[in-house]
């Protein structure tokens, strides 16, 4: 008995779909006209699987930290050493994010003993199976202690007055972000902000000054000033702050005035996360774990 055209259809449909296989993750470099710089350079774009298949996505923008600056071209490799992106990229975590992580240039710190000695051998790559061994730096001596609210230190307190942060280049990220949002199928509703050390500073920074275009942000181990609160109270911007209990460099004291500030112009959703038995390397448990990527998709414009 011949079988109906419907049920052809039917089974060849079965047949392609029982064939297809999902898209792999893509890493893109894109490359762009920096007018800060007048020169030419890339950040990098992740796409998740199945990129195809959806048609709006939401973005993190990434923002590195100072030891992965570079000229945006041959160096940009070192912003795989951290963050969302090595954790979807180098250790094939299916996170459902366009992830951008643009690079800053080297500006003055080229002669800085952790930049001038690192060796591309310590970039992670994304293997033909398994995943990188976690980077993991030795525990702190400090003993744990609670720290007290202090005022920051007055040469920081204006974010716009630093000569080498990511105020800087403030345009070129904002305008990388658009440019991914017109290609990539960016959900500009669903835009979460996120960096570590210097990207956290620079969190603080360009939420302050463009605190409608993100649904969400989280400093790592970066603190803000009590200037910026205003802009991130009215409305008020979901924020998961994180901060290392041992950490010297950026100490949990200078995180305190900025936060306050914003409780007492009542902002409601002021989550702060101080990992007490960790240094500076907070971050790495921050992004391995799977607590903040579904908090910020909980969150939208």
Not at 216 to 245: R, S
């Amino acid at each position: 008995m011949t079988k109906s055209l419907p049920v052809l259809l039917l089974a060849s449909l079965l047949a392609l779909t029982a064939s297809a296989k999902p898209s792999d993750p893509q890493l893109i470099r894109v490359s762009y006209h920096s007018p800060t710089l007048n020169a030419e350079r890339d950040y990098f774009v992740y796409l998740p699987p199945n990129f195809e298949q959806q048609d709006k996505w939401p973005v993190i923008l990434f923002l590195h930290g100072n030891g992965e600056r570079g000229d945006g071209k041959g160096e940009l490799d070192y912003v795989l050493k951290h963050g969302p992106l090595f954790e979807a990229w180098c250790q094939r975590r299916d996170l459902p994010f366009v992830i951008i992580s643009p690079q800053m240039p080297m500006q003055d710190q080229g002669e800085v003993d952790y930049i001038k000695n690192r060796k591309r051998t310590d970039i992670p790559q994304r293997l033909a199976s398994g995943i990188n061994p976690r980077p993991w730096f030795p525990r702190s001596k400090e003993l744990l202690q609670g720290q007290l609210a202090e005022d920051v230190p007055a040469k920081q307190a204006d974010p716009d007055a630093r000569t080498n942060g990511w105020n800087t280049m403030a345009a070129d990220v904002m305008a990388n972000l658009d440019q991914v949002l017109a290609k990539y199928r960016g959900d500009p509703k669903r835009v979460y902000l996120t960096g570590i050390s210097l990207g956290g500073f620079g969190t603080w920074y360009l939420a302050a000054k463009h605190p409608e275009r993100f649904a969400a942000i989280a400093p790592v181990v970066g603190w803000g000033v009590p200037a910026q609160a205003p802009a991130l109270a009215q409305p008020p911007m979901p924020m998961w702050v994180f901060a290392g209990g041992r950490d010297n460099g950026v100490k949990v004291r200078y995180f305190y005035p900025l936060l306050n500030e914003l409780e007492k112009l009542g902002h409601p959703e002021v989550r702060f996360t101080i990992e007490a038995d960790m240094d500076h390397d907070t971050w790495i448990r921050t992004y391995m774990g799977q607590d903040l990527y579904d908090w910020f998709l909980t969150h939208s414009k």
